[in-house]
């Protein structure tokens, strides 16, 4: 029995100048599931994740989250609705501290106006006391609580990815979009992470995944699209989608 579709993306198109980043993609993320989004160099997918994420607005085609039409609708509304990426949080330079970075881009919260800001004050400390709470729980969930107090530059690679989705299920996401969650990890945070993810979807967390690394894409997604440029060219599991000749076509830039 196949699972139910969370989002449904039907025909949706974004162009950059003459480039058509997007070009009709039509595909489904399932309730339950991890989706891979794979495909070579330019085929679309950080774009396509900016598109679901209210960071692209497409110019074409429809985005239905749980049947309900949301295409186009700003970053903080998709967030709202369950729906985040992962980004790159931790600055070079930054002076913050692990957890100080975990909290410095605050997670849609009512009261976010002037006029909440300044009549809610109560429920606003509250609301913040409850998302550094949140934030330590998060920090020990992933691993790096002991780091907390540490300067967040000095984080491995691997720790910032783990970093980066403490930040994504502060915003207690239904839907986590993660783009290449295993670049410049090493193995054995690639392993966490891998494991964070399992453990998240047996919790019931949809995920999808932009990832080129072919290995822990199989590790991790029951099903794959794989894009090509800017379409969906082969959906199935990873064996199907990579047995497919029109997917070692597209990988070799060869049409097929
Ligand atoms: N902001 C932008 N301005 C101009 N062109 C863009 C922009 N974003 C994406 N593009 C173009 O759209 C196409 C798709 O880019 P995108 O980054 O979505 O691909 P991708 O599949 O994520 O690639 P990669 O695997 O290399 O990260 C590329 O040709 C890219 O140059």
Same mark, same amino acid.
């Given at each position: 029995m196949n699972p139910s579709p969370f989002l449904q993306v039907h025909g949706l198109t974004r162009r950059y100048g003459g480039v058509a980043a997007l070009d009709g993609v039509t595909?489904?993320?399932? %309730?339950?599931?991890?989706? +891979?989004? $794979?495909?070579? =160099?330019?085929?679309?997918k950080t774009t396509?994740? =900016?598109?679901?994420?209210?960071?692209? /607005?497409p110019e074409a085609g429809t985005v239905l989250l749980e049947? #309900? =039409?949301?295409?186009?609708?700003?970053?903080?509304? !998709?967030?709202?609705?369950?729906? *985040?990426?992962?980004?790159? $949080? @931790? %600055? #070079?330079?930054?002076?913050?501290? *692990?957890? #100080?970075t975990l909290l410095a881009a605050p997670p849609a919260q009512s009261g976010e106006t002037v006029t909440g800001a300044l009549f809610g004050r109560r429920k606003w400390w509250a609301q913040e006391r409850a998302n550094a709470d949140l934030a330590r729980a998060l920090l020990e969930r992933v691993?790096?609580?002991?780091?907390a107090d540490q300067s967040s530059a000095m984080l491995s +690679?691997?720790?910032?990815?783990?970093?980066? !989705?403490? /930040?994504?299920?502060? !915003?207690?996401?239904?839907? $986590?979009?993660?783009?290449?969650p295993g670049a410049g990890v090493s193995p054995p945070l690639r392993l966490e992470i891998v %494991?964070? @993810? %399992?453990?998240?979807?047996?919790?019931?967390l949809s995920f999808g995944i932009v990832e080129h690394d072919m290995h822990l894409v199989e590790e991790v997604c029951d099903h794959v699209?794989?894009?090509?440029?800017? /379409?969906?060219? *082969?959906?199935?599991?990873?064996a199907e989608a990579t047995a497919d000749p029109r997917v070692v076509s597209a990988y070799l830039g060869v049409a097929a």
């Open positions: 595909l489904d993320l399932a %309730r339950g599931q991890v989706t +891979g989004l $794979i495909g070579p =160099n330019g085929a679309g396509l994740l =900016n598109a679901l994420t209210g960071l692209a /607005r049947g #309900e =039409n949301v295409t186009g609708l700003p970053a903080h509304v !998709m967030a709202a609705k369950g729906v *985040v990426r992962s980004f790159q $949080i @931790v %600055r #070079e330079l930054s002076s913050l501290t *692990v957890f #100080e691993g790096l609580v002991k780091l +690679g691997g720790q910032k990815k783990l970093l980066e !989705m403490a /930040r994504a299920l502060l !915003m207690k996401p239904r839907l $986590i979009l993660l783009d290449e %494991r964070l @993810v %399992r453990e998240l979807k047996a919790e019931g699209h794989v894009l090509a440029q800017g /379409r969906a060219l *082969v959906s199935g599991t990873f």
